[in-house]
């Protein structure tokens, strides 16, 4: 079956940095439009970004993370990676890895890459970020 695992969370001071990788395994990774989205205690499953099937520079950053966050990934490898560059506070949360299956190539940063939680039907377990103040 198909299964995600995040890792590199942690506590890191505000300004800091934190690279994420989610590998992916039980599908045909290539297939997979790749996104990564966060919990807050108490707040909704939000958008963080994501890559399409072909990587690159195709990819989608929400607003609030937009210039401090790149969103990678290595089809070889089967893993996809979140740069997060100059932390604050507010990023605290859980953070997860999740797949959407685009096999028609579909998507892509100019016709629009999935951002609503309810189109990814594959999710990792998450992994915790904290920024201290």
């Known amino acids: 079956q198909v299964q995600l695992v995040e890792s590199g969370g942690g506590l890191v001071q505000a300004g800091g940095s934190l690279r994420l990788s989610c590998v992916a395994s039980?599908?045909?990774?290539?297939?997979?439009?790749m996104g990564w989205f966060r919990q807050a205690p108490g707040k909704e499953r939000e958008f963080v970004g994501a890559?399409?099937?072909?990587?690159?520079?195709?990819?989608y950053v929400a607003d609030a993370m937009k210039g401090r966050t790149t969103i990678s990934r290595d089809n070889a490898k089967n893993t996809v990676a979140l740069q997060m560059n100059n932390l604050k506070p507010e990023d605290t949360a859980v953070y997860y890895c999740?797949?959407?299956?685009?096999?028609?190539?579909?998507?892509?940063?100019?016709?629009?890459?999935?951002?609503?939680?309810?189109?990814?039907?594959?999710w990792g377990q998450g992994t915790q970020v904290s920024v201290s103040s």
């Open positions: 890559v399409s099937r072909r990587g690159g520079g195709d990819t």
């Open positions: 039980g599908l045909r990774f290539s297939d997979y439009v």
């Open positions: 999740a797949a959407v299956p685009d096999v028609s190539g579909r998507y892509g940063a100019t016709t629009g890459l999935p951002s609503r939680r309810v189109q990814y039907p594959y």
